[in-house]
């Protein structure tokens, strides 16, 4: 399969059942995502439509021609600790005309790797799963921060894309643990992400009131503030500070 026929490409980590992080980058903008990369796995996805290949062309770039020729499953048959797999899917040449959703791909290729969490397994393929779905996360932060903002404040970013599905927990006592597990991860990651970088720039409407995004990360703790543009207080949003759990993941991406 050559590179520049590929129009999706599929990136997954699950350990034991649960998606540590779910994409699926398209070329003509369709993007969807849950996840951080961290357990337990989060409820909160979103399905955007961009209209351009921001997310896919860089990613792209990083895929080396090889992996597309020569494609890979192995699978340890017995995993008494639990599993981890990674899957790396590229797809393309639709049959029906179609490149998003509804698209009956032609040509298909990909990594597949399912191993004990024990594993001594060591090929070069697990450091480019790591370094591509790590990529495809940051490339995605901002959007997937911005629908974590819109699920538990109900803050919709002005860079939000006007087509976006956001799919969320049914009560908010779910949606609330999707946002401390989303926290405690984005901060106990090894890539050090500094949220300030995905409120630059933006406003924030929370019923109907436009505000400024603030934000506190530091010490193992977080904290944000939505402010009204107006500086009117009275519709200033409850501070929504938190002090994240010490206590890391069972397992994370590097």
């Avoid at 129009?7 to 994409?23: H, P, R």
């Avoid at 009131?209 to 944000?224: E, L, P, R, V």
Wanted: some cysteine.
């Amino acid at each position: 399969m050559k590179k520049e026929t590929v129009e999706l490409i599929i990136l997954k980590v699950t350990a034991d059942g649960q998606d540590a992080i779910n994409m699926k980058i398209y070329k003509n903008g369709t993007t969807c995502r849950y996840g951080v990369g961290g357990l337990p796995q989060l409820g909160v996805g979103v399905m955007s439509f961009v209209n351009d290949s921001r997310f896919f062309a860089p990613l792209m770039e990083k895929v080396p021609q090889e992996i597309l020729d020569q494609p890979i499953n192995k699978e340890e048959e017995q995993t008494p600790n639990g599993y981890l797999e990674y899957v790396l899917a590229f797809f393309g040449n639709s049959k029906n005309g179609d490149t998003g959703e509804r698209a009956e791909w032609a040509e298909s290729t990909g990594v597949r790797i399912k191993l004990d969490q024990r594993s001594n397994f060591n090929h070069p393929i697990m450091g480019l799963l790591d370094s591509l779905t790590m990529e495809a996360a940051e490339l995605t932060n901002e959007l997937y921060f911005d629908v974590i903002m819109n699920a538990k404040w109900k803050a919709k970013s002005s860079t939000l894309p006007e087509q976006t599905i956001i799919t969320q927990p049914k009560t908010e006592k779910e949606i609330h643990q999707d946002y401390e597990n989303y926290v405690n991860q984005m901060i106990g990651s090894a890539r050090k992400w500094d949220m300030n970088k995905y409120i630059l720039n933006k406003t924030y409407e929370i019923e109907g009131n436009k505000t400024t995004a603030f934000i506190d990360q530091s010490n193992g703790n977080f904290g944000i503030r939505f402010i009204p543009v107006d500086g009117k207080p009275e519709n200033q949003d409850s501070d929504s500070s938190q002090k994240t759990n010490k206590k890391k993941p069972w397992w994370k991406l590097k």
